[in-house]
């Protein structure tokens, strides 16, 4: 790492038997300015590779400042959580084991927060196969509006994935990290947390992440349960006191849209994965469960995308 000065960014990669793809997540750090950044690797309870791999790469590129650390095998928010608890840069950035962050990310989520109030900046998410193809992928950013930000995230998860997000450090501990008792929406529930801190600033230029689609990913699994009663992480968003106050009458309509794009999304899920058929059959049944689904019409247009 060149220079004394203290790096902008901590990234935090919580990783678990990822040694199939956390290589070229690695190397797409590569292409980023060298002293903005280090790296923090957990390796949450991995039966793999992973950690040869991640040494490897350590060995490698001594101008990148990583260090790993043995995780609590206690899931990816317990992960993402200790890894929070020794950063000390101004800004964190969690990023999947199998994503690639775009080589002007950093740059451009310093030039978006640098002056400004934001709590953080948001960069638009491309979607990529297994095997790195791009995938259609709608502009995440055109659902961040101006004002009100908190309530469009409870309603919709435009962030997508938080590897396309630069939080404050300082507010991401404020609203004490992760809830590790959650294990699917553990990330919307985190975002929700730290928008009522303040709002986001979106990134000008191409993207900042290519998000994986991997087919046995936690997206995947979750949508395998399209009619589950109990979403717990809906329950916390409603039970915040802070959420609650913010939000006020509006957070139980906000709620019901967010369960019915939760459904739509596990829709589309399951249509890229060629299961066309159930996806169908699945159109069909949510229209009778969710028939407030036909008065969202900008919803159907992105799943048709």
């Given at each position: 790492m060149t220079g004394q000065a203290r790096p902008l960014f901590g990234i935090i990669i919580a990783a678990r038997n990822a040694d199939r793809f956390i290589l070229d997540t690695l190397r797409s750090l590569t292409f980023l300015p060298n002293d903005l950044f280090r790296v923090i690797v957990?390796?949450?309870?991995?039966?793999d590779g992973t950690a040869d791999v991640v040494e490897t790469f350590k060995d490698a590129h001594p101008e990148i400042d990583l260090t790993l650390l043995d995780g609590p095998a206690r899931g990816v928010s317990a992960a993402r959580n200790k890894g929070l608890s020794q950063t000390n840069t101004p800004y964190v950035i969690f990023l999947d084991a199998d994503d690639l962050l775009a080589a002007d990310a950093l740059d451009s989520f310093r030039a978006a927060l640098t002056d400004v109030a934001s709590v953080a900046a948001l960069?638009?998410?491309?979607?990529?196969?297994?095997?790195?193809?791009?995938?259609?992928?709608?502009?995440?950013?055109?659902?961040?509006?101006?004002?009100?930000?908190?309530?469009a995230l409870i309603r919709k998860n435009f962030i997508v994935n938080g590897g396309a997000l630069a939080i404050r450090t300082e507010v991401a501990k404020a609203v004490e990290g992760y809830d590790e008792t959650l294990k699917y929406g553990e990330?919307?529930?985190?975002?929700?947390?730290?928008?009522?801190?303040?709002?986001?600033?979106?990134?000008q230029n191409d993207y900042a992440l290519k998000y994986r689609q991997i087919s046995t990913g936690a997206n995947v699994t979750a949508a395998s349960k399209p009619f589950a009663r109990d979403i717990l992480c809906l329950k916390r968003v409603r039970k915040n006191p802070v959420i609650r106050q913010q939000v006020g009458w509006r957070l139980l309509v906000a709620l019901r849209m967010r369960r019915v794009d939760i459904f739509w999304s596990g829709v589309r899920t399951t249509y890229q994965y060629g299961q066309k058929r159930a996806a169908l059959l699945l159109s069909a049944v949510g229209l009778l469960v969710y028939p407030d689904s036909i008065m969202r019409p900008r919803l159907a247009l992105r799943l048709l995308k």
């Amino acid at each position: 790492m060149t220079g004394q000065a203290r790096p902008l960014f901590g990234i935090i990669i919580a990783a678990r038997n990822a040694d199939r793809f956390i290589l070229d997540t690695l190397r797409s750090l590569t292409f980023l300015p060298n002293d903005l950044f280090r790296v923090i690797v957990v390796n949450d309870g991995s039966t793999d590779g992973t950690a040869d791999v991640v040494e490897t790469f350590k060995d490698a590129h001594p101008e990148i400042d990583l260090t790993l650390l043995d995780g609590p095998a206690r899931g990816v928010s317990a992960a993402r959580n200790k890894g929070l608890s020794q950063t000390n840069t101004p800004y964190v950035i969690f990023l999947d084991a199998d994503d690639l962050l775009a080589a002007d990310a950093l740059d451009s989520f310093r030039a978006a927060l640098t002056d400004v109030a934001s709590v953080a900046a948001l960069g638009r998410v491309l979607r990529i196969t297994e095997d790195g193809n791009p995938m259609p992928s709608p502009d995440n950013r055109d659902l961040l509006p101006e004002s009100d930000q908190l309530y469009a995230l409870i309603r919709k998860n435009f962030i997508v994935n938080g590897g396309a997000l630069a939080i404050r450090t300082e507010v991401a501990k404020a609203v004490e990290g992760y809830d590790e008792t959650l294990k699917y929406g553990e990330d919307w529930e985190f975002w929700c947390r730290v928008l009522t801190q303040g709002k986001l600033t979106a990134l000008q230029n191409d993207y900042a992440l290519k998000y994986r689609q991997i087919s046995t990913g936690a997206n995947v699994t979750a949508a395998s349960k399209p009619f589950a009663r109990d979403i717990l992480c809906l329950k916390r968003v409603r039970k915040n006191p802070v959420i609650r106050q913010q939000v006020g009458w509006r957070l139980l309509v906000a709620l019901r849209m967010r369960r019915v794009d939760i459904f739509w999304s596990g829709v589309r899920t399951t249509y890229q994965y060629g299961q066309k058929r159930a996806a169908l059959l699945l159109s069909a049944v949510g229209l009778l469960v969710y028939p407030d689904s036909i008065m969202r019409p900008r919803l159907a247009l992105r799943l048709l995308k």
